[in-house]
């Protein structure tokens, strides 16, 4: 029999070919019913768990997304249990669960996340979900002037300041800002303001278009939107001619676009103080008249009288108002105001910032019997309005800022050491030679003490 004959004799029939056919597709079939009924026996599991650990101890809004393998019933925040405990809202579409935090999580912390109840919607039994996710450990920003070869510098570090980089010189700063995406830094050139957008590793750098020749004070960025502002006043000035303190608004992602001088409903343009609102468009603005202003996009909404903005909290729209020494809480979506009873310190009281979990961190002046200050303090009021010490200082060695990690697990407190023998240096915004204290606001352990001032944790200057 040839090669070609055994072929032939071989080779299965059509009726053959398509029995194997069907009962492949059979098998097949068998297989996903099985796959199908032990997925309804099992319940819902997870199959990819999504969460930017670095973001989420910067930002509010940080949502972590859990993937399932079956199209979930309703899920709701009653179902979802957050260990630590921190604020959350959930959403859940088809596969998806999404919780989204409201307020920036605690740095280098494992967040474990239990859903109690899933159950698919063709039905099968419910099942408890859960997962685990640690955020990053916190790096800071910061400003040291004088440095290496005369130049200022800024300097990229983690907060126990065991390593360090330089990532941006120049040979005057004035101020510097921290942007999800950039750096926002005022320097002086040729004896007037200019300033200077980079990338957030301190590379590309391009200057900012800005409104004339002249100064600028007050810079700040917004967390979120890529928007930063300041305040401007031209080099000439007099008595009836010129911008003095004029707010002016722009992009980090469109440097050379002419600047946004924001209006405002007020007898005075001229702004003393003001505040981007954290999670939101809003900018909080006390002008030289002593109006406290809420702007959004061209209008703006008069809340009363202010002479200066204390905090704004992150997550609560929560703004700490001082009104003459008087501390007042504006809930800035309501207008609504909640007198701030002054607690028990153990001085004078001066400024106040949120903290995490409705406590707020007072700066204390402490004074002898007869009125004279003896030391300086950063205190800790609680929500049940318990009262405790996280920084002190002899008198000797001020704090003269201090600013909040932004979930409050740690504040930074600008120090000035000899103070009597520590003189200003001649910059626009003046300052001696400060020491920055980073403390866990927990227990008043000191982290570390880094050489320089304007931590990225700081929104603004208060000096």
């Known amino acids: 029999?040839?090669?070609?004959?055994?072929?032939?004799?071989?080779?299965?029939?059509?009726?053959?070919?398509?029995?194997?056919?069907?009962?492949?597709?059979?098998?097949?079939?068998?297989?996903?019913?099985?796959?199908?009924?032990?997925a309804l026996i099992?319940?819902?599991?997870?199959?990819?768990?999504?969460?930017?650990?670095?973001?989420?101890?910067?930002?509010?809004?940080?949502r972590l997304t859990l993937t399932t393998n079956q199209a979930l019933e309703g899920i709701t925040a009653d179902d979802v249990t957050v260990t630590p405990a921190t604020d959350f809202t959930?959403?859940?579409?088809?596969?998806?669960?999404?919780?989204?935090?409201?307020?920036?999580?605690?740095?280098?912390?494992?967040?474990?996340?239990?859903?109690?109840?899933?159950?698919?919607?063709?039905?099968?039994?419910?099942?408890?979900?859960?997962?685990?996710?640690?955020?990053?450990?916190?790096?800071?920003?910061m400003l040291q002037r004088e440095g290496t070869g005369g130049f200022d510098m800024i300097v990229a570090m983690p907060i126990d300041g065991m390593t360090r980089e330089t990532i941006f010189t120049h040979e005057h700063i004035e101020e510097v800002r921290v942007a999800p995406d950039a750096l926002v830094i005022l320097v002086e050139e040729d004896e007037r303001s200019a300033i200077i957008i980079t990338d957030r590793d301190g590379t590309n750098p391009r200057y900012v278009t800005l409104p004339g020749d002249g100064y600028v004070t007050s810079l700040q960025v917004a967390h979120r939107g890529g928007a930063f502002g300041y305040l401007f006043t031209d080099r000439e000035l007099t008595e009836t001619s010129g911008r003095a303190s004029i707010l002016y608004t722009a992009s980090v992602h469109d440097p050379e676009a002419a600047p946004v001088e924001l209006e405002l409903a007020s007898t005075d343009p001229s702004v003393g103080d003001w505040m981007f609102v954290p999670d939101s468009q809003g900018i909080l603005v006390v002008t030289f008249a002593g109006d406290l202003l809420l702007a959004e996009?061209?209008?703006?909404?008069?809340?009363?009288?202010?002479?200066?903005?204390?905090?704004?909290?992150?997550?609560?729209y929560e703004a700490i108002i001082d009104r003459s020494g008087v501390p007042v809480g504006v809930n800035l979506q309501t207008g609504v105001e909640t007198p701030i009873?002054?607690?028990?310190?153990?001085?004078?009281?001066?400024?106040?910032?949120?903290?995490?979990?409705?406590?707020q961190l007072w700066a204390v002046t402490q004074r002898d019997e007869a009125g004279m200050p003896t030391g300086h303090a950063i205190?800790?009021?609680?929500?049940?309005?318990?009262?405790?010490?996280?920084?002190?200082?002899?008198k000797t060695a001020p704090i003269l800022q201090f600013c909040v990690s932004p979930s409050g697990q740690y504040v930074a407190a600008i120090v000035a050491p000899d103070y009597a023998n520590n003189p200003y240096d001649t910059y626009t915004r003046p300052m001696p030679k400060t020491v920055t204290r980073i403390v866990d606001v927990t227990d008043g352990s000191v982290i570390s003490e880094l050489n320089g001032f304007d931590v990225s944790w700081c929104s603004r200057s208060q000096l």
Do not use: C, H, K
């Open 1 to 38: 029999m040839s090669t070609e004959q055994r072929r032939q004799r071989n080779r299965p029939t059509t009726a053959t070919f398509w029995r194997r056919v069907t009962a492949v597709v059979g098998a097949l079939a068998l297989l996903a019913g099985v796959g199908a009924a032990a």
């Open 42 to 62: 099992q319940g819902p599991r997870l199959t990819n768990v999504t969460f930017d650990g670095s973001a989420a101890i910067e930002t509010s809004g940080t």
């Open 90 to 141: 959930v959403d859940a579409q088809g596969r998806n669960i999404g919780v989204r935090f409201t307020s920036p999580l605690n740095d280098d912390t494992t967040y474990a996340v239990q859903i109690a109840g899933v159950s698919a919607v063709g039905g099968g039994p419910e099942v408890t979900l859960e997962t685990s996710v640690t955020t990053a450990p916190a790096s800071i920003v």
């Open 297 to 316: 996009g061209e209008s703006s909404a008069l809340l009363g009288t202010a002479y200066a903005i204390d905090g704004i909290s992150r997550g609560t």
């Open 341 to 359: 009873e002054l607690p028990a310190l153990s001085g004078t009281p001066g400024r106040v910032e949120p903290a995490a979990n409705g406590g």
């Open 379 to 394: 205190e800790l009021v609680a929500a049940d309005g318990s009262v405790r010490s996280v920084v002190v200082n002899e």
